[in-house]
């Protein structure tokens, strides 16, 4: 293999600290630095595998935090959204995404500052997880929304992270089979999602020591923050 293959691994090992630290960013990291190299269609047929790895490595590592009843919820929509809108992922807009996640990134925010008092009713996350699911068969920043939705029931920390990660992993393995399918996943594309995949346990191993030092406050502000700037990035046209 290749030396420039391997300097894949680093960038798998950036967006597992990201996305084990935040709850999320760490896609976003790896389509950003890919989609220019390999085309936006090569970058989501590279990055899902890994993707599905390192989000069952997070799960796993905060299984104990999980909200099993959320994820559950946003699972049972997202598993089959995604498939649907994996079929479609040649002809999709983006403007939809946009918006959608606009309203969920403000509702989060408004939840988070104490401004909006009102809980979001459980029932509603399993037709939420189904509009992201489609939504992510066509355009890897649409699993953006999936921090937003769960930061916005008031989970925070490793229960955030796990909770996010869960029906993260049902995202992709939902995105898998249409890819696979559809040709936007292929053979060739396996040892380089395998040594992102690497990179990507070793982040997540990485940030899980990492928390508990940082502390409840510091962990917070970033998990906001890299909320914010992630929307910020899929708004302005980046993903």
């Known amino acids: 293999m290749s030396p420039g293959a391997l300097a894949i691994v680093p960038l ?15 896609g976003l990291v790896l389509l950003l630095a890919l989609a220019p190299i390999v085309g936006p269609h090569a970058a989501l047929g590279l990055t899902t595998p890994a993707l599905f790895l390192g989000n069952a490595h997070r799960a796993y590592l905060c ?22 809108g994996g079929r479609m992922a040649s002809s999709a807009s983006p403007l939809f995404l946009r918006l959608a996640l606009v309203a969920v990134t ?10 909006l008092k009102l809980a979001v009713p459980r029932v509603a996350y399993a037709p939420a997880g189904a509009v992201i699911g489609a939504l992510a068969g066509t355009s890897g920043g ?21 909770t996010v990660a869960v029906p993260a992993v049902a995202l992709h393995a939902g ?20 040594l992102l995949a690497l990179g990507i346990f ?16 510091l ?5 906001l923050w ?7 990035l899929s708004v302005v046209g980046l993903v």
Not at 63 to 84: E, F, N
Not at 226 to 232: D, M, W
């Open 106 to 115: 403000s509702l989060a925010l408004a939840k988070a500052v104490g401004f």
């Open 175 to 194: 995105r898998l089979v249409a890819y696979g399918a559809h040709g936007l996943l292929t053979v060739s594309s396996l040892p380089l999602a395998a």
């Open 63 to 84: 299984r104990a935090a999980v909200d099993r009843r959320l994820a559950g919820l946003v699972v049972l929509g997202a598993l089959h959204g995604a498939y649907l």
């Open 219 to 223: 962990t917070t502000r970033i998990e």
């Open 12 to 26: 798998g090992v950036a967006a597992g600290v990201l996305t084990t630290l935040a709850g999320q960013g760490g």
């Open 226 to 232: 890299t909320l914010i700037v992630c929307a910020v």
């Open 202 to 217: 070793v982040g997540n191993a990485l940030a899980d020591r990492l928390r508990p030092r940082l502390g409840a406050h």
């Open 142 to 162: 649409a699993g953006l929304l999936l921090g937003p939705l769960v930061y916005a029931s008031g989970l925070r920390g490793q229960a955030f992270v796990g």
